[in-house]
């Protein structure tokens, strides 16, 4: 999502007021040892921004911690090892992920989802520089610097006790804030080339296709770009790939906006233009969302670049009780 060069300031594609900021801000970032805490939404590049700051000064190893991988039992012993024989099935000696970042960077990536009991040891290891594996009675050291990423208000998570505050105080002491793709559609040319240039080889986009991209506002943000890219070469015959190529999500919102723009179905059969208000347009794009989909919510919340939560809730208010309604 971010092309990296030692011997390059920019790590971040693009040439937005918003990647430019971003840009700075990890130079910045990188000339020191403190924590900071990445924020954006999902897709946006968080693990790319993290892995600029620590390769721009490297030292050490980069050690990634995906929180929300890390699940049950097993998740004290992935983060802080085990002795030999500590539970059944412990047959040897483990090094943990916290162990294996000493001198070097941690990225605890999804921060928000770490369980509150993990949480307390690790504000203990951040403070202290010590931890304890899983059985051992002795304590270890490993000294860090961590870098988190969320795509959740920790303040909030924090406000209502899902999130210790202690904790968040600890990882924010500087911010680095990652825009969504919708917010700096000037770059998507600029991503298609890059990822183009990556995979692509000789293919290449046409002008309508690249339009159709731009209007898209890319839900997944550049991780969608880049599955959207690989698809492209995959699927389209190339060299030169053309709007039809694009995924389903895309097709269907240039249906809607060419929809929207003729003022709704009647306009489009030549009838006398009809003034359609915009919650009744809404509507008809859901449903015909659905109907696409053979009623598969998941999909059709895809495809209108909004959640499930959210289309569930404007089913209900629709009164839609199945999904072919």
Request: aromatic share 6%; glycine share 8%.
């Amino acid at each position: 999502m971010a092309a990296y060069a030692p011997e390059c300031v920019q790590v971040f594609v693009g040439k937005s007021p918003q990647a430019r900021h971003v840009n700075r801000q990890i130079q910045q970032y990188s000339q020191s040892r403190w924590p900071v805490l990445i924020l954006g939404e999902t897709g946006t590049g968080k693990e790319v921004a993290a892995r600029a700051i620590h390769q721009l000064n490297p030292r050490g190893p980069f050690v990634p911690i995906d929180c929300s991988a890390i699940v049950g039992p097993l998740m004290e012993s992935e983060l802080f090892g085990h002795v030999k024989g500590s539970f059944t099935g412990a047959i040897a000696q483990k090094i943990g992920l916290i162990e294996a970042a000493h001198g070097g960077t941690a990225f605890l990536d999804e921060i928000g989802e770490l369980p509150l009991d993990m949480q307390v040891k690790l504000l203990r290891v951040l403070q202290e520089k010590e931890f304890r594996p899983v059985g051992s009675t002795q304590s270890r050291q490993s000294d860090f610097r961590v870098i988190a990423a969320t795509n959740r208000n920790l303040a909030v998570e924090a406000e209502q006790g899902r999130f210790r505050r202690d904790l968040y105080y600890r990882l924010n002491v500087v911010t680095l804030r990652l825009p969504a793709l919708r917010d700096r559609r000037e770059d998507i040319p600029l991503l298609i080339e890059h990822f183009l240039a990556r995979y692509g080889g000789a293919h290449q986009l046409t002008a309508e296709t690249v339009e159709m991209m731009v209007s898209y506002s890319w839900p997944g943000n550049v991780r969608e770009l880049e599955n959207c890219i690989h698809r492209l070469l995959a699927s389209g015959p190339g060299p030169l790939l053309q709007k039809q190529d694009l995924p389903s999500a895309l097709q269907n919102h240039a249906r809607q906006a060419a929809f929207e723009r003729s003022g709704g179905a009647s306009g489009a059969r030549g009838e006398p233009d009809e003034i359609v208000p915009l919650a009744e347009v809404e509507r008809r794009a859901i449903l015909h969302a659905l109907r696409t989909t053979k009623g598969d919510r998941a999909t059709a919340a895809h495809m209108l670049g909004i959640g499930r939560t959210t289309l569930y809730r404007k089913l209900k208010g629709y009164a839609v009780g199945n999904a072919n309604a």
